[in-house]
Nanobody
Framework: QEELVESGGGLVQPGDSLRLSCTSS??????LGWFRQAPGQEREFVAA????????RVGDPVKGRFTISRESNKNTVFLQMNRLQSEDTAVYYC???????????????????WGQGTQVTVST
């Protein structure tokens, strides 16, 4: 019965930054993640964070550029995206578990709820 509400997408130039946000009103704390999907591509893991922020994972294509964080005791998650590249162009989806399962959070199968997606376009 959860709803995830995302915001922060837009059109930016290469090298720019964006900050995405997503929140849910669910009472139970969940592991939270971000995935992205470009046209004709599979949904790709971006980042994930555990319920108490004690563990995080970041996908290789964005390592060193993107940072995931969350508000304490809330199902509110952020994705800070720096030095954006054209390859980052995609629809970005917020997702909620489930409990934290380490590296298994890289898989879409370990999330029960998904946001509607927000478009990020990196272009000159």
């Amino acid at each position: 019965q959860e709803e995830l509400v995302e915001s922060g997408g837009g059109l930016v130039q290469p090298g720019d930054s964006l900050r995405l946000s997503c929140t849910s009103s669910a009472r139970t704390l969940y592991a939270l993640g971000w995935f992205r999907q470009a046209p004709g591509q599979e949904r790709e893991f971006v980042a994930a964070i555990s319920q108490r922020s004690s563990e995080r994972r970041v996908g290789d294509p964005v390592k060193g550029r993107f940072t995931i964080s969350r508000e304490s005791n809330k199902n509110t998650v952020f994705l800070q995206m720096n030095r954006l590249q054209s390859e980052d162009t995609a629809v970005y989806y917020c997702a909620a578990g489930g409990a934290w399962l380490g590296d298994s959070m890289r898989s879409t199968f370990n999330y029960n709820y998904w946001g509607q997606g927000t478009q990020v376009t990196v272009s000159t």
